[in-house]
């Protein structure tokens, strides 16, 4: 008993950064249309740029702001050249964000090098109903709980959040009103970079991270998002947190090594489901 | 610019590629002034009016507007999935405007809809809202594309209401784009006659409702109007709303 109470708290924990990645996603594609395949290498620069800052003796809390920041930069970038030109069609950005995507290896490479890093997060184990887990999960749960809530309240509550809502709800008419849909699509990039290095600083004190472990969040962020077909924040939560529970499980009881296939299952599981229903991308009628 | 002018447009040519969607249109609004502009579908109308909110650049030619210009878009283009509130709201974005009080005050109907998804309203409380939409950004000219496209005559008839009513009471210019003349020509005192991407014809609402080759073509039984009040009653008996065209290709 208290064994699957672990797995289900360390797997909602991996599940968070899934969630957040995935939101970072959703972000992003809600206001422009565009998978973007650089979501990753948000979390994986924010986390390196971190470990950096820890190093060079900057307290615990500033240097991992600074690092979510470098991330909301990165994704500023990305989403300038991605779609910085206005009438850029989706399908080219998309394309444009998985070259960055791989660009962003060497750049990790060249700082960084090819080593795993990680450092120290909360300290300390947490005991509850006799399962033991490292006190920095209940952090990470917190914080993504947090982030969500401010995300609803961003997007309901805001002009910007506003603004954003209408730009993924009806381009044309955002036009008319005088909102600037490529201005909007690159504050989503900032956003969703936010986002992901928001995972990538939470996820490092509990798994190494490599220049390559982005593959691993956005196959895990991609399957979270697609529950809610990539426009949902609440079914990206709740789907991150699904894949999180079932990766622990099957770590757990069977095979660590089969992780990303759990993913990988997941994902096509649902998408096969989805496409039964209706459509997984909503594409835009022309 | 002509004294007292709201809009002026002076050669305009609006190109898609190689297509000339708008071929030395020449058209002035004054202050106050209701005008009409008529033309079947493809004419340029909405192309018009897109080059006139800055969405469109001209190929050549010149677009002058004096004072602010609000756009209520064809096909009502809602944000479907915002309540009526912050569709209002999002309409002040330009100037700043968050009070949507005022707007209730015009078009109280919309009072007990502010709540509800703009998506799920009628296409005639859609049209109010859009009208609403556009009255966020306190203009001084309206430029409402195909006002009465898919609505019942009932419904047509209370938007024609509110816009006299802010006309004489707001001193509100309107430019109407209609394909239903009849509408377009009792409502406004001077319209223009665009066809092919050129002003055919223009002069006060009289003169035109009693030229012949008007009448003719869009007054008369094979009129587009005719074809408009079919294209309504598909809609009545639960067809999808009417699909608009992209305009931005």
Sequence with gaps: ?286 | MIEGSVIEVRDLTVRYGAAVALDGVSLTVGAGEMVALIGPNGAGKSTLVNTLSGILRPASGRVTIGGRLAQVPEGRQMFPDLTVDDNLRLGGWRVRNRDTGPIYEVLPDLVKLRRRRAGLLSGGQQQMVAVGRALMSRPDVLAVDELSLGLAPLVVADLVRHLRELNAERGLAVLLIEQNARIALDLCTRAYVLEAGRIAVSGSAEELAASPTVAAAYLGADAPVIRASLKSLEQLEGRPDHEEEGVAR
């Design chain 1, 1 to 286: 008993m208290s064994e699957l109470l672990q797995y289900l708290i360390t797997g909602v924990g991996g599940g968070c950064a899934f969630a957040l990645v995935g939101s970072g996603l959703v972000a992003i594609y809600r206001v422009t249309r565009v998978v973007n395949f650089a979501q990753g290498a948000f979390a994986v620069i924010a986390a390196l740029t971190a470990s950096t800052l820890l190093a060079t003796g900057l307290p615990h809390g500033l240097a991992e702001g600074l690092a979510v920041a470098v991330g909301a930069l990165t994704g500023l970038l990305v989403g300038l050249v991605a779609i910085g030109k206005p009438g850029t069609p989706p399908g080219a950005a998309l394309i444009a964000t998985l070259g960055l995507g791989v660009f962003a290896y060497a750049v990790e490479v060249l700082i960084w090098g090819d080593q795993p890093r990680s450092f120290p997060g909360v300290p300390g184990a947490v005991e509850i109903f006799g399962a033991r887990f490292q006190a920095h999960y209940l952090l990470i749960i917190g914080a993504t709980l947090a982030v969500f809530a401010g995300m609803g309240l961003l997007f309901t509550r805001t002009d910007v959040g506003r603004a954003l809502s209408a730009c993924a709800s009806n381009p044309y008419a955002a036009k008319v009103v005088g909102i600037s849909v490529t201005r909007m699509g690159l504050v989503s990039f900032a956003i969703g970079g936010a986002l992901g290095g928001l995972a990538g600083v939470l996820v490092t004190p509990i798994q190494l991270v490599t220049f390559d472990y982005d593959v691993t969040l956005i196959v895990g962020g991609f399957a979270a998002a697609i529950l809610g077909g990539l426009v949902r924040p609440a079914l990206t939560l709740a789907g991150g947190l699904l894949l999180g529970v079932a990766q622990a499980l099957v770590a757990g009881y069977g095979n660590a090594a089969y992780q990303m296939e759990v993913a990988l299952v997941l994902m096509l599981a649902v998408m096969v489901w989805q496409a039964a229903r209706k459509p997984i991308v909503q594409e835009e009628t022309a």
